[in-house]
């Protein structure tokens, strides 16, 4: 969902996959912790930066 769309919001992504803002916040939080993603810049102009490793 990132991947297709970085300047996707937390309600945008919320709302696709059916679940609370909440529980996206708390699956973002995962991810950023363990350095899967990044958001860069404000939370009205800025992306997400998912960083892939191998």
């Given at each position: 969902m990132i991947k297709e769309n970085r300047k996707i919001?937390?309600?945008e992504m919320a709302k696709q996959?059916?679940?609370s803002t909440r529980a996206v916040e708390k699956q973002l939080a995962g991810l950023k912790k363990a350095g899967?993603?990044?958001r860069i810049g404000s939370e009205k102009g800025g992306y997400w930066l998912v960083n892939i490793t191998n």
């Open positions: 919001t937390i309600p996959l059916g679940i899967k993603v990044n």
